[in-house]
């Protein structure tokens, strides 16, 4: 693509990114919290697409490097994270660092477990061709948003359904901006491609994460740690990451009005959770 497409393709990607961020204005109203957010939010996107950019891209057959890839990945997001808390009160910081550590030790003992499923039947034409890159991109798409997610509350400490939505939107807003971008300087993608992914593919990470946050908050009503918070938190976790697996099997097979009934059922999902 020429330098000037790559320009345009930019600008298409903002517009969309800018008209949602203002949407939100009007729900929530236009404050300085709401402006640290976006950009918090936008950072944190960033920095989630390079990792998850990275680890699908240093994977290999070798059994050292498919363990020892993801380990790092969740080292990196673990002290991005802890940087985000470090932003909030005291009784913030000790709070969600524990969330953060948990959840991660969780979510990495999932990931590892899944990994040597994966490399045990890499010989598998399920595995090669059609698992393996749409559910690990799922996977860690989902762990990077959910755990950005986390790292903003500490500046805004509360956990009502309503707030949880809003930082979640904020994350998936900057996590997709980033992704289209890197997705242009890749090559390959047409202006209406690009279009394309600046308008629909938003509903499908937004309604992913949504699900996830709306079962995590259901988790907090739970006794901190208990059983069934962690079978709340893990049924979210792993339908956000099922969701997301079926809408990137659904457009490698071509078939793109998937993308109808993703977009009518985020609309409903996140209107209701900011009215709660």
Request: proline share 1%; net charge positive.
């Amino acid at each position: 693509m020429s330098i000037f497409g790559n320009i345009i393709s930019v600008f298409i990607i903002f517009i969309p990114i800018y008209l949602w961020a203002f949407a939100v204005t009007i729900f929530d109203g236009e404050n300085m919290l709401n402006r640290v957010r976006f950009w918090i939010g936008m950072a944190s996107g960033a920095i989630s697409v390079t990792l998850v950019y990275l680890i699908t891209h240093f994977l290999d057959k070798n059994i050292f490097v498919f363990l020892f890839v993801p380990l790092a990945f969740f080292v990196l997001l673990y002290v991005f994270v802890l940087i985000l808390i470090a932003f909030g009160n005291e009784f913030a910081k000790g709070f969600l660092r524990k969330i953060v550590t948990i959840h991660s030790v969780w979510i990495l003992v999932l990931l590892f477990l899944t990994t040597l499923i994966s490399y045990l039947f890499s010989d598998s034409v399920l595995f090669a061709t059609l698992v393996f890159p749409v559910f690990f991109a799922a996977f860690f798409e989902e762990t990077t948003k959910h755990l950005s997610t986390v790292g903003l509350l500490a500046k805004d400490f509360r956990f009502s359904h309503r707030q949880l939505s809003f930082f979640t939107f904020f994350v998936v807003l900057g996590f997709v901006f980033f992704e289209n971008i890197f997705y242009v300087f890749e090559g390959g993608y047409s202006i209406g491609i690009t279009l394309y992914r600046s308008i629909f593919t938003f509903s499908a990470h937004l309604f992913a994460a949504l699900i996830c946050t709306f079962f995590w908050w259901k988790a907090l009503s739970e006794k901190f740690f208990s059983i069934r918070y962690l079978v709340y938190f893990f049924a979210g976790f792993l339908l956000a990451i099922v969701s997301h697996t079926l809408y990137n099997i659904f457009l490698s097979s071509g078939n793109i009005f998937i993308i109808f009934p993703y977009m009518v059922a985020t609309f409903w999902l996140f209107t209701w959770s900011i009215r709660r």
